[in-house]
């Protein structure tokens, strides 16, 4: 099986900064796509960065240029640079992975979830 650790939350100043790392592990082969997700109050769940196994990426409008998705491949490790935040980053960021392992070609794995608050 495989598990998604989320790390590097917390509370930060609006301009602050903050890096969000999460780490697979488990039963893998090698990983594919890794993303971060969002749920901001009352919102529904948003797709903030993704990055391919080619290190391909996308970000949503709201982040772009505030914002870099990386990932480090001999750790399974994805990592969140946020940059210039302001209040309506405060949310719970998931991370998410597409995983290769003796189970399936492509698995879909979630972490339990990390709170961003940003606030004066």
């Known amino acids: 099986q495989v598990q998604l650790v989320e790390s590097g939350g917390g509370l930060v100043q609006p301009g602050g900064s903050l890096r969000l790392s999460c780490e697979a592990s488990?039963?893998?082969?090698?990983?594919?796509?890794m993303a971060w997700w969002r749920q901001r109050p009352g919102l529904q769940r948003e797709l903030v960065a993704r990055?391919?196994?080619?290190?391909?990426?996308f970000y949503v409008d709201s982040v772009k240029g505030r914002f870099t998705i990386s990932r480090d491949s001999a750790s399974n490790t994805v990592y969140l640079q946020m940059n210039s935040l302001v209040p309506r980053d405060t949310a719970i960021y998931y991370c998410?992975?597409?995983?290769?392992?003796?189970?399936?070609?492509?698995?879909?794995?979630w972490g339990q979830g990390i709170q961003v608050t940003v606030s004066s």
């Open positions: 488990g039963s893998i082969f090698s990983v594919n796509a």
């Open positions: 990055i391919g196994s080619s290190r391909s990426t």
């Open positions: 998410n992975a597409d995983v290769h392992g003796p189970d399936a070609p492509r698995r879909d794995y």
